[in-house]
């Protein structure tokens, strides 16, 4: 690869990543799981153990959670291309919740990552495993 070919890889890698939490923040799950393979495999960061698998696995488990405000913060993303059509990645992320209908998020505030493994596919980047673990859980002390 090119040094070009590999920064628009890692832009292309990171635009994903960071969509991912528009998409998850608008509840627009039927766009976000697009964005996995077929066969891509997700793990929540509150539960990083529960491994989902699918594109419909993946659907049926965002569909199921109940219905809230959510914003997720992404930092530190660091993009690494393999080759062509394939990288892994890390991103560091924030999340703050609230009830439907509510403006005010209450404690505990998750702070955790997502390691990806990425492939392209039809020149498209896509997730074939997005692992989710939470790292902190800031409260607030009255």
């Known amino acids: 690869m090119t040094p070009i070919e590999r920064m628009l890889a890692e832009f292309e890698c990171e635009r994903l990543i960071k969509r991912f939490a528009v998409l998850n923040d608008e509840c627009d799950y039927q766009k976000m799981v697009q964005m996995f393979a077929p066969d891509g495999t997700f793990a ?7 491994l989902i698998c699918g594109r419909d696995a993946i659907l049926a488990a965002f569909e199921a959670r109940p219905v809230r405000i959510s914003r ?8 690494d291309v393999i080759d062509p059509n394939h990288a892994r990645a890390l991103s560091y992320v924030l999340l703050f ?24 596919v039809d020149d498209q980047w ?7 673990s939470v790292d902190l859980k800031a409260s607030v002390n009255p």
Not at 44 to 50: E, T
Not at 126 to 132: A, C, I, V, Y
Request: hydrophobic fraction near 35%; charged fraction near 20%.
């Open 44 to 50: 929540r960061p509150s539960a990083p153990r529960d």
């Open 72 to 79: 997720h913060f992404i930092s530190n993303v660091l993009v």
């Open 97 to 120: 919740t609230a009830e439907q209908g509510s403006q005010v998020s209450a404690p505990p505030y998750l702070i955790g990552r997502f390691k990806d493994q990425l492939i392209r």
């Open 126 to 132: 896509l997730f074939s495993e997005r692992l989710g």
